[in-house]
């Protein structure tokens, strides 16, 4: 069965800590994604990647960086976290590049900035 | 840019028939997509529609695709409770662009 495993469901942190999330998918896709999720606003894309090494910015970008050393794991980062950064945060995989594809999601990573 | 509009909460009775709209503005939109997301859970493909079909069926789902007004919904037949969840719309173009989503419309089934 196809997975997207992100490592924390829930997270508290405190405003300026530096934030990981860790994305890890075992399709050997080329391409990941981060999105954030809030009421109202609907998912918006972060950071995505087409490949080790490389990351382009999505809609959102400021305030967050991205990690991909390897094929299978996309890191997103709050180097100093604040509260407006309290969200749900989606990791994405899919085969095809873009939309192409279909898009597999983890379950998500809720993250709270005090 | 694109955007992707539809209506936020639609409720229904167990057994009635369920449509969520959804509108588009990119005219250059190749694929567009319906995902569900379930309380607690990520977003799952539900279905898929190209372009240039305006209609494709999946069981109890019906998806029609009006290109001329760019209109995209999603019918679900003898809507069960399990049915309740936020479904999305979402629409590609070709080549290596990323899905514009929609806010996501709150399908509450009530028994």
């Known amino acids: 069965d196809v997975k997207v495993t992100q490592s924390s469901r829930y997270l508290v942190k405190r405003t300026g800590e530096k934030v990981f999330l860790e994305c890890v998918q075992d399709m050997d896709h080329e391409n990941m994604f981060w999105y954030r999720q809030d009421p109202g606003l609907g998912l918006r894309l972060i950071y995505f990647?087409?490949?080790?090494?490389?990351?382009e910015k999505g809609d959102i970008p400021e305030g967050y960086s991205v990690s991909r050393e390897k094929k299978e794991r996309f890191s997103l980062i709050l180097e100093s976290a604040s509260t407006n950064q309290t969200s749900m945060y989606l990791c994405?995989?899919?085969?095809?590049?873009?939309?192409?594809?279909?898009?597999?999601f983890g379950e998500g990573s809720r993250l709270t900035v005090l | 840019g694109e955007d992707v509009e539809q209506s936020l909460f639609l409720s229904v009775r167990e057994g009635d028939s369920s449509v969520i709209n959804c509108t588009y503005t990119?005219?250059?939109?190749?694929?567009l997509y319906w995902y569900k997301q379930e309380p607690g859970a990520g977003l799952q493909l539900l279905t898929y529609?190209?372009?240039?079909?305006d209609m494709k069926q999946d069981q109890r789902l019906t998806v029609l695709l009006n290109k001329k007004d760019k209109h995209l919904s999603l019918r679900i037949a003898d809507t069960q409770t399990g049915d309740s969840a936020i479904y999305f719309c979402?629409?590609?173009?070709?080549?290596?662009?990323?899905?514009?989503f929609g806010k996501g419309t709150m399908l509450l089934v009530s028994p």
């Open positions: 990119d005219s250059s939109s190749t694929y």
């Open positions: 994405a995989s899919s085969y095809l590049a873009g939309g192409a594809g279909e898009l597999f």
């Open positions: 979402a629409e590609s173009s070709t080549g290596y662009s990323t899905l514009t």
């Open positions: 529609i190209f372009s240039n079909m």
């Open positions: 990647s087409y490949d080790v090494k490389m990351k």
